[in-house]
């Protein structure tokens, strides 16, 4: 493989794959009704403008790291270049051969750069590979594959978002384009030994724009294996138990992405492996384990330990979460890492679902709390000690629960940021929207429980688009009358942005009430039991002011009370 060479050179005649230490691909691709920039959005734009600048010099696709091992070269750095490189060559193959035939030139381009008979140019990871060959090179897959990780979703995005991109193209466009690509100019650095190769991955990428943490754990972990190993034989075989390992994680990864970052599972793991709330900066820990006296025993151990968290965490934001309110009830709150090491615990110790389900009513109490009071009270330091007793021999909840019961209760200064007295002080007040919809969401379960049992509890997700509806609005209407109380400064300061005045309902019957008279708002009041509701603060014909307002205050106050 030569220094300075062009993109179609590189891949001729060679096998270029991504090592198992490399992170999968990761590039996003515009989803319909999104505004914003993507990676392949911009690498698709970058190509177009050379391609109407009409300049002599080849475009360049920058630098490129192998590692050059058993008569294949795995990427180093570039990986999610050279990906992106490979779909979008696929799609474009694709594209123009629906319009004519290949000529012999573009046939002889397409076994350079894509495939030779059964020998693929670019191989991704492991565990994606099966979808990438199948959909986007030999395309015998035209349905969408259940994919088990979000990289193998990316791929499939990709491609799909490239065929969609160039189908609408000329032929002359898509001839410049593979023009373009084909012999774009890239540099290349081949090394020959894997602990240099994953070495150069963790220095190249703490340059710029860095993989995960959780990537760059990988990374050292198997770089670890190839420093201290015995032999040979014991760096293959914790070679490929990491590997294994990691494929367990990548697919729960999947599962779990969109509702906690990789990042903060590792750093949870890392307060479960040490059996600590205070534990942070994970690179740091992982570094002076490694260095430390036992460095390979740490790498296996933890490595099974960070898999048994994703699993575990797949569980809990899937099925469990799926079909358990309280689970779902705390998931749908946000901003519960503090919350994920006791429920790792809990999972690890086989406790019953019904603990499960106590922990999470008690800390979303408590986080609702923290989250609506905004002291700079620290809650690690008032649950980790019940945190580190929570153990194998003892994994009786009810301590925890206790001490966080002694939170909402308690008197004296340092426990009492968070009691009952503190909640009915910032409940009168106005409250974050965010925060408020969950209250109303909890709200509405409380109206459709009162007397109605037997019936499943709505979730969150129940309610389409959930928007914050101000039923007395901001502004005043200009339409007079208008059914509401008179706008004066009593009324604009302490009633329109109080629980009283907030009604939770869809974003399109949010647009659509808008700014009009009362009247016409009860009118559509009609969708859950907290807008029907509404009527009965109206009778005799009050206006909806200050009156109506603090009645209905007052009893969603006192519900939440009860479940708070």
């Given at each position: 493989m030569e220094a300075s060479t062009t993109i179609r050179n590189m891949m001729a005649n060679n096998r270029i794959v991504v090592p198992a230490y490399q992170r999968a691909y990761a590039w996003e691709t515009p989803t319909e009704g999104s505004n914003r920039t993507t990676q392949t959005d911009v690498f698709l734009y970058d190509l177009e403008s050379y391609r109407r600048s009409k300049t002599r010099s080849p475009y360049y696709f920058g630098h490129f790291l192998f590692e050059e091992a058993q008569g294949e070269f795995r990427v180093i750095d570039g990986q999610q270049r050279l990906t992106t490189i490979s779909l979008f060559l696929a799609a474009l193959f694709a594209c123009l051969q629906g319009k004519r035939a290949l000529t012999e030139d573009e046939q002889d381009c397409y076994k350079d750069l894509v495939k030779r008979e059964s020998q693929i140019r670019f191989k991704t990871v492991d565990y994606d590979n099966q979808v990438f060959v199948d959909y986007v090179i030999n395309q015998s897959r035209k349905d969408v594959p259940t994919v088990k990780t979000t990289s193998a979703k990316r791929l499939i995005m990709a491609f799909d978002y490239f065929k969609m991109m160039l189908s609408s193209q000329s032929e002359e466009y898509m001839t410049d384009m593979l023009r373009i690509v084909s012999q774009a100019s890239c540099s290349t650095h081949p090394v020959r030994d894997e602990a240099e190769?994953?070495?150069?991955?963790?220095?190249?990428?703490?340059?710029?724009?860095?993989?995960?943490?959780?990537?760059?754990?990988?990374?050292?972990?198997?770089?670890?294996?190839?420093?201290?190993?015995?032999?040979?034989?014991?760096?293959?075989s914790l070679i490929d138990e990491i590997k294994n390992r990691f494929e367990t994680i990548y697919k729960s990864i999947s599962a779990i992405e969109y509702r906690i970052n990789e990042d903060d599972v590792l750093q949870i793991t890392l307060r479960v492996y040490f059996n600590s709330l205070w534990e942070s900066g994970a690179l740091d820990r992982v570094e002076k384990m490694l260095a430390g006296q036992s460095p390979l025993e740490f790498v296996q151990v933890f490595t099974d330990s960070l898999a048994i968290s994703f699993e575990h965490l797949s569980v809990f934001f899937g099925e469990d979460e799926r079909s358990n309110f309280p689970i779902h009830s705390l998931v749908t709150l946000g901003g519960i890492a503090i919350v994920l090491p006791f429920i790792l615990k809990a999972y690890r110790f086989g406790l019953s679902l019904s603990d499960k389900n106590r922990l999470c009513v008690a800390f979303e109490s408590l986080i609702i709390r923290h989250r609506l009071i905004g002291t700079r009270a620290d809650i690690t330091s008032r649950i980790n000690d019940v945190y580190e007793a929570f153990s194998t021999e003892q994994s009786s909840i009810d301590p925890i629960l206790n001490q966080i019961e002694r939170l909402k209760t308690a008197s004296d200064w340092w426990w009492a940021y968070w009691n009952n007295d503190k909640l009915l002080v910032v409940l009168d007040g106005e409250i974050n929207h965010k925060t408020a919809k969950h209250l109303l969401w909890k709200y509405e379960v409380h109206l459709e429980g009162d007397g109605h049992r037997g019936y499943a509890q709505r979730r969150y997700s129940d309610i389409y688009r959930p928007e914050l509806e101000h039923i007395a609005p901001t502004t005043e209407p200009s339409v007079h009358p208008h059914g509401y109380d008179t706008y004066n400064e009593t009324f604009r300061e302490e009633y329109l942005n109080c629980l009283g005045n907030y009604l939770l309902l869809s974003k399109s019957h949010n647009c659509a009430v808008g700014n009009i008279p009362f009247k016409q708002k009860l009118e559509t009041y009609t969708h859950n039991f907290q807008q029907r509701e509404i009527t009965s603060f109206v009778s005799n014909g009050r206006v909806w002011g200050q009156d109506a307002i603090q009645e209905r205050h007052d009893k969603i106050v006192a519900a939440l009370m009860t479940m708070l």
């Open positions: 190769a994953i070495q150069m991955f963790i220095f190249q990428n703490n340059r710029g724009k860095r993989p995960s943490n959780l990537e760059v754990v990988k990374a050292q972990f198997m770089y670890a294996i190839h420093l201290h190993g015995e032999d040979q034989q014991q760096k293959d």
